[in-house]
């Protein structure tokens, strides 16, 4: 019988690639965590601006499933789901899936399409189709090749606020990342793009200039949270993954937010903790004050008011006071 996608899960070799990263991260200044490639800022544990000039050369095949998101849009949990509905349909034998995990291992290959050496983009094209590539790059730093392929692209959106507050307690509590003293630094470099993979208000603009492409299909975090079953199935149906209706609630079972954090630390060991936190929506309650509640609704009304995003996003719903 072919092997479930969740024991496929916890075998990626994301662990060894997070240790590693993480106890490299020990002895860096805060000054040197960063690196600066084309105005937007990225890890320099993961990444650096030699694998991102070498990004441009990645050869995009017409059946390879691509996900983007901006970082704590929900990422994780969407691959997750994917990876889950993919390795369904396909139905792997359990020497398949085997295959599928060395070959992941064995050439090095990142969670994230800009992470790793440069020399890592020559190694994926020995990775056996279908490839699952996700990314937190905007339009614009992608492979010329993705956008030119068939590949079919999924992008994540989350709402602003809730987004901002995820991505300041991952900021925090991530090795790799210099630490903000005070909520009051962080939103401030939030809302100027002075973090890594830069403004998310920015990020949301350029990808809403592609909502109309036929190969592109936008979901959001909240209708994910509403109502997962029927988000599974709109995601099979994009990418023309066939299965049955109780993989679809299977699928929506194994990938809550509980059970994804219950299996984290064999999944993503240390990582798991900071990856995993609350995964609700409306936490950013907590933390905006008045003054910053009323700039992000004006800086999102000047940006995105009145786009089919912003509609999409339901703003009104889920970042009104």
């Known amino acids: ?6 024991s496929y ?22 000054e040197d965590m960063l690196f600066s490639h084309r105005g937007i800022l990225y890890p320099a544990i993961l990444s650096s601006p030699e694998t991102l000039e070498a990004l ?8 390879d499933v691509i996900l983007a998101g901006y970082p704590k849009t929900g990422t994780n949990w969407l691959g997750q789901m994917v990876r889950d509905l993919e390795s369904t349909d396909a139905k792997y034998t359990e020497e398949e899936m085997e295959e599928r995990i060395n070959a992941e291992k064995k050439l090095e290959t990142f969670s994230r399409l800009e992470f790793g050496d440069p020399g890592i983009y020559e190694r994926m094209k020995k990775l056996p189709s279908r490839r699952i590539i996700a990314t937190h790059l905007p339009p614009h730093l ?5 956008l030119q392929s068939k590949a079919k692209i999924l992008v994540l959106v989350r709402n602003p606020k809730d987004t901002a507050v995820s991505y300041y307690h991952f900021y925090n509590n991530m090795p790799v990342l210099p630490s903000f003293t005070s909520w009051d630094d962080y939103f401030s470099a939030f809302m100027n793009g002075k973090l890594a993979w830069g403004s998310y208000i920015d990020h949301l603009v350029e990808w809403n200039k592609y909502i109309d492409h ?34 679809f609630h299977r699928i929506a079972k194994n990938t809550t937010f509980q059970a994804m954090k219950e299996k984290s630390k064999e999944t993503h060991g240390k990582f798991g903790d900071i990856l995993f936190r609350k995964g609700v929506v409306g936490n950013w309650r907590d933390l905006f004050s008045k003054a910053q509640n009323e700039e992000m ?16 996003m339901k703003y009104d719903v889920y970042c009104r006071a």
């Open 214 to 247: 036929e190969r592109i299909m936008m979901i959001s975090y909240e209708e994910l949270k509403e109502d997962p079953v029927l988000g599974i199935k709109k995601i099979a149906a994009f990418f023309g993954f066939s299965l049955c209706e109780e993989d």
């Open 142 to 146: 992608l492979p010329p090749s993705i």
């Open 56 to 63: 441009k050369s990645f050869e995009t095949r017409s059946d």
């Open 297 to 312: 609704d004006q800086k999102f009304e000047e940006c995105l008011g009145g786009t089919k995003l912003a509609a999409k």
């Open 9 to 30: 899960a916890g075998r990626v070799p994301v662990l060894e690639i997070v240790e590693n990263s993480f106890s490299q991260s020990e002895n860096l200044p805060p």
């Open 1 to 6: 019988m072919w092997e479930s996608a969740e």
